[in-house]
């Protein structure tokens, strides 16, 4: 939080007793599960342990009082908490907002978890889109970007590096399994977020998608790619698509800000 405060040139003391926001994904609580036993909880394992701390410690550290809220929506957590505070920003709760999410591996519990549940490569690669996509591969880290309004950041003269035009979020509702995706609600929430950001279809060309590597997920997300954004598009205007995760592996939470 502090060196995406640097990078923007915004000085952290000027944002105390503000309306700055804070928007983080996080899950798992890798961390509570270093508990060996009772005789380990001690004064900090309360603040420790709960994953709303990581947002309200940052709010607290520099005195921010503008949402602090913890997102935990899977592996789509970053991107939700972007969309919360673009929100936040657009009705005035937040003048300015940190956004993004953090993943740590620290207890091998998670990761046993998914190697169970078939989500891991055993090959120990991502392969996104690839015709040999076997799973995914869990990476560490953390990103924060810090958001303003366009007028806003063109008034005090920031550097912009991009624009977020519009954004939507939805669920998968029924499909033909609690973790399984459902090729309709992909299909809606691209067209919802276009219709949100004003753009049309044929105007992209490139999508960071969100690309696991396995063998349900990534052609059901082409597919929806190909339907809302490929259809009818004309002859020399390919739309690209690929994923960040066949070269840093699955962030979870923090995937989408990555």
Known sequence: AW????DAAIRPSRLSGGRAGVFLGAMWSDYARLLSGRDDIAQHTATGQDISIISARIAYTLGLQGPALTIDTACSSALVAVHQACQSLRNGESTVALAGG??????PESTIAMTKFGAMAPDGRCKAFDSRANGYVRGE????VVLKPLS???RDGDRVYAVIRGSAVNNDGPSNGLTAP???AQRAMLRDALDSAGVHP???DYVEAHGTGTALGDPIEANAL???????RPAGQPLRIGSVKTNIGHLDVAAGVA
């Open 182 to 184: 459902n090729p309709a």
């Open 226 to 232: 190909a339907a809302v954004l490929g259809r009818d």
């Open 141 to 144: 880290g953390g990103g924060i």
């Open 3 to 6: 060196e995406a405060l640097e």
């Open 152 to 154: 806003a950041a063109t």
């Open 102 to 107: 953090v993943h740590l591996v620290l207890a």
């Open 202 to 204: 044929h105007a992209v």
